[in-house]
């Protein structure tokens, strides 16, 4: 993960260098806001609470420079190209790797990758898990899709469809969420909606959740549960703990790349509509929801608010954070031994092992 | 609330002009720890993801200056004394702003508050829950105690037993927690443990846990459940968040008066003690417990190593994080209508309701 990180390091140098004409985006002017607070300059040290293989993450980490947002639709797609490229290989190694086989496949005419891992459980013989990969709804898809559906695969011994849906520039808001209501259609035919589970990271997460909205309003069966790592849930807004952990997290800052991302993906939707931002959404009858995040991640305050309005509106939803993890460090178990990555399958076994039928 | 943080500060510089002479304490020096990140300055606005009531609170807080630790025992006994103060004025107008009522008792030789809310509800009509006050170890005694313990016993109908636990510097560590452990040992004549729940925030929060570890030692019936409210967990070790969110709580910083008091408390054992510090203890077997914390509480990283310990050791045990909040602030609804501060009041009641007896 580290390597790609550095990766990624390189090829923003070599795109920058491509002269994308690009500036800092603010997205609320700070002077509109109250109270606010001046922090210091300050040293923190490794965390105490984590574990060896942990630790050594975290010493290692590098926050990347200001990666500004491409300014044309030919620039998005050169990106998107470089980007999946690392993301890929990582996802084919990991499949070896744990041993995971998987197909492309056409399903209600979305690309699909249908993967099994080396064993399954008794306990999941007849389903899939679906899967919506992350990736700042603009990165991620093809093999790169792979990583955390491999990573819940061999981890959880389930089979798992993971919904290659179709990304902006080309394809903006609503095209995640129709693909990955039309794969859900399908797939319900054979399988008991209740025994299925809906998961996915970061971005991932937001279509998680987004594509629950959109199933409840159509009034077509729910998951049986969902799993949303550190999810975007606020695209319209940059939330506290982007401001108070600004520095630690080498997902780097809310401007620029991540924030265009975002408003590329919402396209002509307006970003704060639930369907884009799910913290706004009426959540009332959502299935249970297990969420995950970490107290270095940019992503804490999106995850936690979407958990308290889950819990508002009488969901069950379980909340684990992780000490000193930032953005979705959880899923580095993919690449390497991490305990913590350990403990989030076992906590998704339990999880799903309660609430799917 | 506010107004006991310009009390608090007030007094410090009161107290700090009286001369007594101490110096910042450095716990474990940033040197010794590898992998250490620079934050810049950074400016951070008020919260979008709180209620206009928790904003105003958020937009009017105010950081105290660094507080030394008194070096003499009756320069702690002093401070103490002042402390105590402005902290019990809040316990008795808020008994009269909530119509509840309270006695004075002595049960087990430990000195406690009984405390009666205007209505006791159905299903805890037979109960009392136990109490145990915050306050660093050092303050927070006296009607100081009644603060939460009034919170609580209106907020979840339930009458309240606090505990007005012996402290340093007279009677450093076991005393806190034998006194909750006689108390307890009392009360469980008469009252169904499993019906019972141990409570508390911040030193309270780890003397519950502590109480329990205890208990669970002598081999005496455990609680039916705990809350353990942004708990004081490892003494030993300054954590993740007292450095990444220093200058946004006005906890202040975890040198000088705040480690002065756990040292103190600790005395002549090992501060890594298991009793002392329960983030190090085997918590199988603990009852189900509920922790509470913010994306702004210095605490956040001694609460969630804690709820991932209990976790780990196959404790039902659930976590809620509030966004921005900073230590504790889930317990201002004491003193003005707070939304946050009804919905930890929900979420107690809900996991009562379904754990205890």
Redesign the interface.
Known sequence: MIQIIYRFVLLVAVWISLCVTATAQEL?P?SE?????????????????VSPEM?KI????QIPPFVPAPTSEEDWLKLQAIFDVPGGEVGLASAERLGVTYEVKEIAGVRCYVVTPKEIGDRFADVFFVHIHGGAFVFGGGDSALREAVWAAAGLKVRVISVDYRRPPLHPFPAAVDDTVAVWRALIKDQDPAATALFGTSAGGNIVLASTLKLKQLGLPLPGALFAGTPAT?LA?????W??????DPLGSREGLIQGAMDLYAGETDISDPLVSP?NADVTGFPPTILFSG??DLL??DT??M??SL??AGVPA???????QTHGDYLQGLTQFLPESD?ALL?LQDFFDEHLK
Chains 1, 2 share one sequence.
């Open positions: 609320i700070i806001y109250p109270g606010i607070e001046t922090l210091g300059e300050r040293k923190v040290p490794a965390p105490v609470g630790l975290v010493v290692s980490r606020d807004n940059k939330t506290d703990t401001y108070t952990l600004e520095g630690l913290v107290t270095r804490l305050s936690v608010r958990h308290r819990r508002a379980d909340l684990h954070i992780y000490d000193a403990d906590e």
